[in-house]
Nanobody, 124 residues
Framework: QVQLVESGGGLVQTGGSLRLSCAAS????????MGWYRQAPGKQRELVASITGDASTDYTDSVKGRFAISRDNAKNTVHLQMNKLKPDDTAVYYCNVVGYYVDYDKKERIFSSWGQGTQVTVSS
């Protein structure tokens, strides 16, 4: 179906920046919404940012003005630019992509795929 590969996590000091990327591959017919979620230890997974097919974006309140989501439709890739990072941003970040893939019978079917997760650690 559709596979996602994430990159770009790491360790950064408070106030620093990181850029996450997520590339989708497979029998993709079209991609609708692409998003980034995060899960900190002992907490539920939360939506950080999302971007629709027409480039409409949405952010959770805690990252507004600091994070920016973007997509490259030609490369089926979504990015998350994270600036002014805080220790509270420490979490495993997962990308999620929703769209349609071409099945073995040539029919288009909906998919929702997740990346493997990438650790972001912000030290104080």
């Amino acid at each position: 179906q559709v596979q996602l590969v994430e990159s770009g996590g790491g360790l950064v000091q408070t106030g620093g920046s990181l850029r996450l990327s997520c590339a989708a591959s497979g029998s993709i017919a079209s991609i609708n919404t692409m998003g980034w979620y995060r899960q900190a230890p002992g907490k539920q997974r939360e939506l950080v940012a999302s971007i629709t097919g027409d480039a409409s974006t949405d952010y959770t309140d805690s990252v507004k003005g600091r994070f920016a989501i973007s997509r490259d439709n030609a490369k089926n890739t979504v990015h998350l630019q994270m600036n002014k990072l805080k220790p509270d941003d420490t979490a495993v970040y997962y990308c999620n992509v929703v769209g349609y893939y071409v099945d073995y019978d040539k029919k288009e079917r909906i998919f929702s795929s997740w990346g493997q997760g990438t650790q972001v650690t912000v030290s104080s």
